[in-house]
């Protein structure tokens, strides 16, 4: 099992980014997916959860209304689309099934929102 993501980069407050999740190793169309981020310091944290016909969605409080999360299961692929960042945004970006596969962790992707 792999997960690749992508798309982080330094970005201005107020800022969008999208994140990409490739996923190998098992097909996603069965799976509950999520996007974790872990800031310096802290525990990584869900941010958005998807289920698997993309129709049930949870997102946490600190980013709902600026976070969307989405799939394409035929790509094996999950996207996070995020408008309006803020400084407390930055962090180490993961993709995983919900609840998470312990063992299998990507690298991440870093997004860093800062002036």
């Known amino acids: 099992v792999q997960f690749v993501e992508s798309g982080g980069v330094l970005v201005q407050p107020g800022g969008s980014l999208r994140l990409s999740c490739i996923v190998s190793g098992f097909d996603i169309s069965d799976s509950i997916m999520s996007w974790y981020r872990q800031a310096p310091g802290k525990e990584r944290e869900y941010t958005s959860i998807i289920h698997s016909s993309g129709e049930q969605i949870i997102y946490r409080e600190t980013v709902k209304g600026r976070f969307t999360i989405s799939r394409d299961n035929a790509k094996n692929a999950v996207y996070l689309q995020m408008h309006s960042l803020k400084a407390e945004d930055t962090a180490v970006y993961h993709c995983?099934?919900?609840?998470?596969?312990?063992?299998?962790w990507g690298l991440g992707t870093q997004v860093t929102v800062s002036t």
């Open positions: 995983n099934k919900f609840p998470p596969l312990p063992d299998s």
